[in-house]
């Protein structure tokens, strides 16, 4: 009896010794272990007397803020982030790495890989009331059709401008990644077919053909040097149409073209960053209750809720030899907290005020 009341004891402190290590891992905010990363940043200075590799490093951290904050921001909020303060931005880089460097012909080129605490950011973005987006890339397809209406034309792939010259530019810090579809006569005869009423036409058949679900059709008015443009956007099964209008435009000058094209990609910019948007003032506390015996399943929760964007904070509220108790600070709502827990074959009891994790 002796031996066994040691032996169950010993059982004890073992478990609980294993307990502490996972809440020394666990109370680690996720946000301090990720990170918003710029790749392939390249600059390029004289090598001559005044060269300073200590300047040159504080150049790539200034423009890999730039290029993060146009990824992560809409337009007008990226206006408002023209800081050069080194200080400030030194102290939101995490690390970076000098990918390669090389002379030649007295001019030093390096490629830098710069990453931020994507915590710090996000503190950072709070402070000026800006809510920032996820960098996430997404493929598209893209259907440009131009109509000039004062001929009647139909102008389509080859032969339309846009369609031409779309992916001709595409600046780093865009998210959006157009696929042109390939030149078809029956789509040519199904959209001729429907061209008096191209505005309400849906295009299903020709959007089938292509294993993307996510589409933007964009219907041309060229009337002279107007351009009035419609604009079909169904990202994640949501369907949005605006309209724009640009004035003067000489669509066969390449630099007025380029412009109406950069701000149409502005425009579809700004929709998907918005789709992405974190409100950073949203701070719903969930209490999440796991079985303390199930390591793989506390395991695979840690690792999921790390890689939960909207999940800003996360530790051990508190632990027994049954259960683990996780506060976490969730930047959306249940619902969606919900969605994505689910999503990943998590099983949620909500009969209590504090869940369940199965």
Do not use: C
């Amino acid at each position: 009896m002796f031996h066994k009341n040691l032996y169950d004891k010993n059982r004890f402190y073992i478990f609980f010794f294993i307990l502490v290590l996972f809440f020394i891992k666990f109370s680690t905010t996720y946000a301090s272990s990720k990170t918003f990363n710029i790749v392939n940043l390249e600059i390029k200075k004289p090598y001559d007397a005044k060269f300073d590799k200590k300047k040159i490093i504080e150049e790539a951290f200034v423009e890999a803020f730039k290029e993060l904050i146009a990824k992560i921001t809409i337009t007008d909020d990226t206006k408002k982030l023209t800081t050069n303060n080194l200080k400030i931005i030194e102290s939101l880089v995490d690390s970076f790495t000098v990918v390669d460097e090389k002379f030649i012909k007295k001019q030093y080129i390096a490629k830098f890989e710069v990453n931020f605490n994507k915590r710090d950011i996000l503190n950072f973005l709070e402070t000026k009331n800006i809510f920032p987006s996820m960098p996430n890339e997404k493929k598209l397809l893209l259907l440009p059709i131009l109509i000039d209406v004062n001929k009647n034309d139909l102008f389509l792939f080859s032969e339309n401008l846009f369609y031409k010259n779309w992916n001709k530019k595409h600046e780093k810090h865009y998210l959006l990644n157009y696929v042109l579809p390939n030149e078809d006569l029956d789509d040519i005869n199904l959209i001729s077919v429907n061209l008096n009423n191209i505005e309400e036409y849906n295009f299903e058949k020709i959007v089938t053909k292509y294993e993307l679900k996510d589409f933007i059709i964009i219907i041309i008015f060229k009337n002279n040097e107007n351009l009035k443009i419609l604009s079909k956007v169904n990202i994640n099964n949501n369907l949005v149409i605006s309209n724009q209008n640009f004035a003067e435009v000489d669509i066969k000058n390449v630099d007025e073209l380029m412009k109406t094209i950069k701000s149409l990609k502005i425009i579809y910019e700004n929709h998907w960053k918005k789709i992405n948007q974190i409100n950073t003032s949203i701070k719903l506390t969930l209490n999440i209750i796991l079985d303390s015996k199930n390591y793989k399943l506390i395991n695979k929760f840690e690792n999921h809720l790390q890689n939960l964007d909207l999940v800003s904070n996360y530790y051990i509220n508190d632990f027994s030899n049954e259960s683990i108790h996780f506060k976490i600070i969730y930047n959306s709502t249940p619902d969606k907290f919900i969605m994505e827990t689910t999503k990943k074959g998590f099983k949620i009891d909500k009969s209590s005020e504090k869940w369940k994790i199965q």
